[in-house]
C-alpha cells in the first residue's frame, strides 16, 4: 500500500477533513490533497508529525510492503503486526559513539538531530532508528567506542516490547520497562561505567 493510500485511510479513520489534517499539521489542504494524490510527498518532518497524530510508525508510513489493515474506517484501524514488525527495536543512537558506519546499515533511520553539546565531540549526530535484525544489541555492542581520547564509554539506548536495553562496548545491559529492581541493578552497572544517572533515558 502505498504512503498516499495510507495518508487518506489513516485520516478518515480519525474522522477529520483534509482541512482539520491540515491545520493540526501547519500545512494548506492543497498539500493534504496532493499527498494523498501521490502527487507530492510530505516532508520529514511532517511524516514524524503524522506518525504521532495516527499513533503508527513512521516505517510504516513509507514502506509500501507494511500495511495498515483498516476494516471500518469509521470504527477501528490498526496497524498489521507482520512477522517482523514485532521484532523491531527503536532507539537513539549518536552517530559518533561508533566505531564502524556499517552498523548503521542495520537501521531504519526515521529521524536524525544535530545537537550541540559541552562534551566531545562538539556536535553529535543523533540518529533515531528502527531495525528488525534479531542480533542487533550484539552488533551495537562490538562497534561501541571506549575511549578515553574519544569522549570515554559510549552507549546506545534502545526498546523492544517492553524491554530497555542499554549497550557499551561488549556489555548488554537489559530491564523490563517497570520493573524497578531490574532498572537499580543496570543504573549500577551503567555507574561502574562512568554514567552517573540513566533518568534521562526515554522510556
Not at 482541512?19 to 496532493?34: D, G, H, N, P
Not at 514485532?86 to 564502524?100: A, C, P, R, V, W
Not at 569522549?151 to 539506548?157: A, I, P, Q, S
Not at 526498546?159 to 548488554?172: A, E, G, L, P, S
Amino acid at each position: 500500500m502505498k504512503l498516499s493510500e495510507k495518508i487518506q485511510i489513516l485520516r478518515k479513520d480519525k474522522n477529520y477533513s483534509q482541512e482539520e489534517l491540515a491545520e493540526k499539521l501547519c500545512v494548506s489542504r492543497q498539500a493534504i490533497s496532493k499527498w494523498e494524490l501521490g502527487t507530492t510527498l510530505p516532508e520529514t518532518e511532517k511524516l514524524i508529525l503524522l506518525s504521532n497524530l495516527f499513533n503508527v510508525s513512521v516505517d510504516v508510513l513509507i514502506k509500501d510492503d507494511l500495511d495498515i489493515d483498516c476494516k471500518n474506517y469509521n470504527n477501528t484501524c490498526h496497524q498489521i503486526v507482520n512477522s517482523s514488525l514485532n521484532n523491531y527495536y527503536e532507539g537513539l543512537l549518536i552517530k559518533e559513539s561508533i566505531s564502524d558506519e556499517n552498523i548503521l546499515d542495520l537501521l531504519n533511520v526515521n529521524k536524525i538531530e544535530l545537537w550541540k553539546t559541552e562534551g566531545y565531540p562538539k556536535y553529535w549526530t543523533a540518529i533515531y532508528f528502527t531495525s528488525s535484525d534479531i542480533d542487533l544489541p550484539n552488533k551495537l555492542s562490538k562497534v561501541m567506542i571506549s575511549d578515553e581520547n574519544f569522549g570515554g564509554n559510549w552507549y546506545v539506548d534502545f526498546k523492544h516490547n517492553n524491554t530497555k536495553y542499554i549497550v557499551f562496548k561488549d556489555k548488554i545491559l537489559k530491564y523490563e520497562i517497570g520493573n524497578i529492581t531490574e532498572k537499580k541493578k543496570v543504573e549500577i552497572e551503567c555507574k561502574k561505567l562512568g554514567i552517573l544517572d540513566i533518568s534521562d533515558i526515554s522510556e
